[in-house]
């Protein structure tokens, strides 16, 4: 079964570190891949997705995600973070009409 | 207003007590799906559908059923709640497929005692 992986369970950084957030995932197949983030009492949204193409895809918010066919890898990354990017994230993979969720990492961005 | 609204928000039940979580969205969906948040294992989807009259299983569907008669509403059965289903849980709807953005409801939290 497909799985994904999000080591970092929980990371603080103060404002404006750069920040990147792992993410693997074990299907060997065509993936569609996804960044979603839950900020404090909110839905959670999608912040950026790859399907095809450029491996380096952009999302809103200044987030940045690159996929690495070779590594299983789909990594987020900001170059300065904020405060209000406080927020739980979550990787996903797509399969079939399945969609897998990563356990998710809790980022506190220290003012 | 786009959403994807479900009731009831909060709830405790105790084991064995049927209860149904509607989910309704106002977007014209194909897709809708349930997922349950637990700490440490994060979004586990439960069940999926294409389309009305069209459910199948995600990865952790024991325990619950699922219907979709009508295209807006995909309402989640829970017919012997345990206490191991104690979560939140939440609803989401996207255009077609799983591969386009996820519009995710507001959360219900159940507690089964």
């Known amino acids: 079964a497909q799985s994904v992986s999000q080591h970092n369970h929980h990371v603080i950084l103060s404002e404006a570190a750069s920040l990147e957030l792992g993410c693997n995932y074990s299907y060997g197949g065509t993936v569609n891949l996804f960044w979603y983030v839950q900020y404090p009492g909110q839905h959670l949204q999608l912040l950026l997705k790859y399907f095809s193409g450029d491996p380096l895809v952009k999302g809103i918010k200044g987030f940045e995600a690159e996929f690495i066919k070779s590594k299983f890898s789909f990594n987020l990354r900001k170059p300065s973070v904020q405060w209000s990017d406080t927020a739980e994230y979550f990787c996903a993979v797509k399969l079939g009409e399945k969609l897998t969720f990563g356990t998710g990492t809790r980022l506190t961005i220290i003012p | 207003e ?34 349950r948040q637990d700490p440490g294992l994060g979004l586990r989807q439960i069940y999926y559908s294409m389309n009305v009259e069209v459910t199948d299983k995600g990865d952790v569907p024991e325990g619950y059923k699922v219907s979709r008669k009508e295209k807006r509403n995909f309402p989640l059965i829970l017919e012997s709640p345990s206490p191991n289903q104690t979560s939140l849980y939440f609803c989401a709807s996207s255009l077609w497929d799983s591969a386009y953005e996820q519009y995710f409801g507001p959360g219900t939290r159940l507690t089964v005692t």
């Open chain 2, 2 to 35: 786009a959403q994807v609204t479900q009731n009831p928000r909060y709830l405790i039940t105790v084991t064995g007590k049927k209860l149904t979580v509607t989910c309704s969205q106002n977007m014209n969906h194909e897709y809708m799906s349930w997922y």
